[in-house]
């Protein structure tokens, strides 16, 4: 013990002094004897057999045990590790101190001698790899220190003699995780262990176990991913290895193949059999192109996710990845797309109707034609023409990231992308246009691709109609008879499916604006306008019509010769379109019309629209109204909420803004209207009335203050303040309202006591906010406050009333962007007659299908609300997996929603509807606090006492008809 | 040097009539037994008596084995075994075994009939046949008897069209039959383990092509499909009964379920209900789409595709018909043709490859005016397409066949001579494998070097490892011990399990060698000096001096005595057994060097 100490006194000279503390820990450890440890040993004595030992082992592994008692239990286990002669039980010993060692906050160096010590006399090869397993878990505890990691990796290469494969594994994983990454320490290091770790991992590629041999190469990634440059050499071996006949072992050879074509891109590597010499990154790409057409698919998903991030290859072999040189007979064949293209070039209108139209042209070399070794040949043509689809879609996204970083290759993979629109699974169809989507504006479709694509127009899937129409919003189209060609798919598609309208439009818009020039010449054809004869007018209501107008408008624009080809009743319908979908519809500056914006046009800035102008100025008209008299704020009120609020359903893009701050104004217009002179100067009874109508608005306020908190994306603290200040006045009103219509002081006292916390926590959140607040209610309340909280509650009624009627109304700051959370049902659309009929007692499933947009989380906050005619109500929480994103702050749910009712008489409507649900502690003024306290002050929060769950109803309700029978007997 | 050879009855630079022997360690296989479309004689069944002359087949044959139902590789079978005789069993798949009688039947009715030939097997003649059969699964290997075994893989080209490995000790062979590598709508590409075989024998039909892919083509049909149906056209597709048909069918039901189209599909009746029965059955057999999604709907469960009725052929509106046969030369498809022909905007599109001298020969060929029986002119106004499905493998998928495979020699039947020659050469300069082509009747020998399983004790082999290093799997390892043969088996054992099994007694075999040694002193002087010295020398070895007076280095004795003549010279006698030649010859020389001089 002597020798031992004085060690560890040597130690402690020459190390670093942070091991002292080390030292103290372990010491005090030791002196506690916990319980647990005892228990255990006692149990372990008890057991008379092997399988007995097991069996308390197993239950002990059960528990959790604490920090403090780690150790001991450590002891007692290694203790019988040595005492024990049945494998199985040694084993399970072993594992347990690789979970023990696990346990957060101990600190395993301790142990890890003996645990190393128990290394050196096992012969049991389970137990030896089960050991080394605990020994990595030890060495993955420790990160920052060297020496040890050191000592274990030397342990590992000891060990990688083993003639099982189970521990030569665990010691490639314990050198992979462990192995030092430093060039330098290693060096540092004792002479052992300043062994290449490369080295002695490289010799284990070629092993003669499959599973060996994977851990190698996942040993080698480890180190590359902990941040070892791996040494080109092995690069050679890695190929080897991509023969193999495992399909694991071909899986991670890949991978590091991959790695090292990115660690060595341009280094030059001799092709076999010939003396020239490429590039590594485009010998690497040639490899695994090849995998591509590997015999498991494993190995093929991987192969083919890998190539889409190789981007630095060469576009000589990026190209060969689409051509398969084709032959027929020996002669050269040209594929379908070069035909296509072929025949769309010479100007020729037909596809090939005759027989041996594809007939092969020219003779080919036999000795030239290379059928398997050419590598990068052809392998996204075999990679999407795969079995599994799993192979497909990585295939399609690989095409997308080399696409996206080259245009010529963009150009070529369009035929092949184009072609996957038609694939037998709709996820790879999908993928595929997404794809497309991402890659538009590098590309322009030839009339026949975009048949192609427009075919697809008629799919019943709307994810794919809807994600089609995203792509051609962004589609540069060539020829004008494409352009008609698109138009009339999509009306077609209009017809076929009306629901789509919306996103039909909108398609129309971006197509419209993309390509005036092309729409040009087609004006008088789309308009049926006849230089000589009247036409009759279009009925304005048809969908397809509107969708022919939002295109030659849009296209209008930028091209100011169009209206001139115009008829009257054109112009009509501009003005009536521009009015009532003018999200759709762009100004347009009509000749001999007076152009709305022209009026206004030299004082605005440029960037800023009239509509925009509008709602500041009338927000700034509300904000001076201290100077009119009470009736004149009331009719003003009135008036700007009625302004914003059809604002908002003109200009979609000012809605969110617009409905807030309506709501804001309606708040304030209820509390003025609450406050009224006369109602407060008579005695309470009487006027109970007068008194409903308060505490009604006390509620509404409370109301609305949830839904501008909740309801909106992208509310800035600013804006919680005052919606937060607006909530505080609705509950002062509250408590007059209560104070005047109850009797008694009792119930008083209580409510007061709320309402002064919920001040003083109002205060606390947003002390940083209160020096704007200057003259508001909540600033005179503060200055009262020493008064208020000694004061009897008739009295503090008394206060908050003065206050409330006296304080001013303060400015509500608008944020950059605010969006409403809309939803909108789209299935069940309520109009069918036909009642669901089911059996009663039993359920009926509803299909619900709704948009949301602008709810931030959906997943935790939709739900959906089933309202039964007898006012039972059902919440429904929709599970995360049916929602779908299909774009930047829209969501889809799609669900199922179980009915189930007794029996009805005759079939009866209930209604379904989306809520919002919202919590108040977890809104962003608790954030906030937790923040603060965390920045400001270190006193503990007391747990936000008023956390408010409620929904917010935001979709229209939806009627469906529904009639459970009777069950029959 | 063992050997296998191979010798094909029919297939043998040539498109039909499938029939190939093979004949592997001392067992004789025949890989299919088709007939040839293209003849009604003799010639039409492969030429069995090359098999023997007057024995019975049974005897000279293990085992038969069918790829798949197409009639050039089964059309003979009933001919064989029933006709010729043989009553060994004959192995097909589940699927295959299931359809193959339905196109047998239907071939013997055309030929007897309709033709009205005589000497032909008859339906019972089928069934008593199909009794003989074996059904096997997938990956399952069948022993067929002691040595030889059979297993199944995947071969795509039709429902249950499979490749089989035959297998005797070490050597192997894998016939693909037919095969495709690129999967379609309803079957999945072929697929092989690398399974090393000595030889493959590979179907070659598109040895050398390499195909476009097969999304173009669909996508045409398709398209030209939905035109016709848009424009208020019918739509008519000839096609034979199995394989394509049901491709274009899934094709067609999945795009119009797609599409939400309405107009009708029909397919006429018959046969291909029974077989659609069947495709519905062996869903294990198809594609990934059709497994993973048939529990909530069996995609061979058409919902837009009818059975057909002569009737419907005059509905007005637009409808898709598929109708047998393929080629336009009789039957239904030709009725309906007759009467959609004078309407330009119906179409016909014709799948296949069309015999000449068949209607469907000419129309594809461009011609308009058609001379039908009895004089009449039959003018076609109807858009004609053609399309090819093909489920063969093309040059590219073969090379990537024997690439999974990786075979020491390849032998391609099943092809034309000349496209052969070049993918032969292709395989050899790729591979540097040996190629064989044989033409039917000839046989070519593919010499092979099997491995020897030998038995050993785990204890010896223990043993023999722990010596030197580790062992390395790619590198042979020389081991000592006995080889026993024995009742057809070899087994390694050690020496001394050898004797006792042999029931010898252990020879021994000692070498001793006299060295003299000039030495004046006595005896046991002269022992204790070589003692000295050796125990010097030799300081890792055990050297005792035994109190009579020898010494011991290891087994190895030294005696040392007088010269009888001359007392000044010692005579040392070493002796040794053969197991430490090494150490015993070494001490001789170091002997003979003589003694240091000692002070």
Redesign the interface.
Known sequence: MAAHLKKRVYEEFTKVVQQQHEDLSTKKLRLTKPSKSAALHVDLCKATSPADALQYLLQFARKPVEVESVEGVVRILLEHYYKENDASVRLKIASLLGLLSKTAGFSPDCIMDDAINTLQNEKSHQVLAQLLDTLLVIGTKLPENPSVRMRLVEVACKHL?D?SHGVRNKCLQLIGCLGPVEKGVAKEAESQAAKDVQKIIGDHF????PRVRTAAIKAMLQLHERGLKLQQAIYGQACKLLAD?YEQVRSAAVQLIWVLSQLYPESIVPIPSSNEEIRLVDDAFGKICHMV?D?SWVVRVQAAKLLGSMQQVSSHFLEQTLD???????RR?R???ERAKELYSSGEFS?G?????DAPKEEID?GA?N???SGAC?AF?HG??????EVRIAAVEALCMLAQSSPSFAEKCLD?LV??F????EEVRLQSIHTMRKISNNITLREDQL??VL?VL????RDIREALHELLCCTNVSTKEGIHLALVELLKNLT?YPTDRESIWKCLKFLGSRHPTLVLPLVPELLSTHPFFDTPEPDMDDPAYIAVLVLIFNAAKSCPTMPALFSDHTFRHYAYLRDSLSHLVPPLRLPGRKLVSSAVSPSITPHEDPSQQFLHQSLERVYNFQHLDPQGIQELLEFTIRDLQRLGELQSELAGMADFTATYLQCQLLLIKALQEKLWNVAAPLYLKQNALASAAAKQILEETYKMEFMYSGVESRQVVIIHHMRLQAKALQLIVTARTTRGVEPLFGMCEKFLQEVDSFQRCFISELPHMQGSFVDKLLDLMPRLVTSKPSEVVKILQTTLRQSTFLHLPLPEQLHRATANIIEPTGESDNPLRFTSGLVVALDVDATLEHVQDPQGTVKVQVLYPDGQAQLIHPKPADFRNPGPGRHRLITQVYLSHTAWTEPCQIEVRLLLAYNSNRSKASARIAKSTWSESLEALPPSENGIEGTIPFSKPVKVYIMPKPARR | MPEIKVTPLGAGQDVGRSCILVSIAGKNVMLDCGMHMGYNDDRRFPDFSYITQNGRLTDFLDCVIISHFHLDHCGALPYFSEMVGYDGPIYMTHPTKAICPILLEDYRKITVDKKGETNFFTSQMIKDCMKKVVAVHLHQTVQVDEELEIKAYYAGHVLGAAMFQIKVGCESVVYTGDYNMTPDRHLGAAWIDKCRPDLLISESTYATTIRDSKRCRERDFLKKVHETVERGGKVLIPVFALGRAQELCILLETFWERMNLKAPIYFSTGLTEKANHYYKLFITWTNQKIRKTFVQRNMFEFKHIKAFDRAFADNPGPMVVFATPGMLHAGQSLQIFRKWAGNEKNMVIMPGYCVQGTVGHKILSGQRKLEMEGRQILEVKMQVEYMSFSAHADAKGIMQLIRQAEPRNVLLVHGEAKKMEFLKQKIEQEFHVSCFMPANGETSTILTNPCIPVDISLGLLKRETAIGPLPDAKKPKLMHGTLLMKDNSFRLVSPEQALKELGLAEHQLRFTCRVHIQDPRKEHETVLRVYNHLKGILKDYSVQHLPDGSITVESILIQATAHSEDQGTKVLLVSWTWQDEELGSYLTSLLKKGLPQST
């Open positions: 003699t003639s070629n092993d003669q176990d006949d057409s015999g398969k040189k084709l032959m027929s007979d020996l064949k594929t379908a797309h596809s109707r005759k027989w041996g139209d036999t034609v059928l398997i070794e052809g043509v999407l023409e795969d079995e599994m689809y092949f072609d996957m038609n694939d037998e699974i048949d192609t075919a008629e799919d019943s899937s076929k």
